[in-house]
Nanobody, 124 residues
Framework: QVQLVESGGGLVQAGGSLRLSCATS????????MAWFRQGPGKEREFVVG????????VYADSVKGRFTFSRDNAKQTVYLQMNSLKPEDTAVYYC?????????????????WGQGTQVTVSS
């Protein structure tokens, strides 16, 4: 059974940083494309960043490029999202997602597995 468990969310002031983690089990991290999505209040879930199993350069949404950094530790079966220079508009529930194969996709329907999400709130 595949499980994705996010952690690391919280309340932070604008300009601050947070590091999210997604611990996985039941899948081979090195054989899956991993991604982070987020869903803000009253908004649809949107793509943030994704990385194929070949670990080519991650693909970032324009809104987070230069501020967020994706990384993965295959040995620990964990992926991370380092978020710097946070803005109030980054407030959302952040979800970890996995899809079989080695292509990054930016739509929610392309992903096979999801975590339960972790809340990030950025105050102004």
């Amino acid at each position: 059974q595949v499980q994705l468990v996010e952690s690391g969310g919280g309340l932070v002031q604008a300009g601050g940083s947070l590091r999210l983690s997604c611990a996985t089990s039941g899948l081979t991290l090195s054989s899956n494309t991993m991604a982070w999505f987020r869903q803000g209040p009253g908004k649809e879930r949107e793509f943030v960043v994704g990385s194929s199993w070949g670990y080519s350069n991650p693909v970032y949404a324009d809104s987070v490029k230069g501020r967020f950094t994706f990384s993965r530790d295959n040995a620990k079966q964990t992926v991370y999202l380092q978020m710097n220079s946070l803005k109030p508009e980054d407030t959302a529930v952040y979800y970890c997602a996995a899809r079989r194969g080695n292509l990054v996709r930016t739509t929610t329907g392309e992903y096979d597995y999801w975590g339960q999400g972790t809340q990030v709130t950025v105050s102004s």
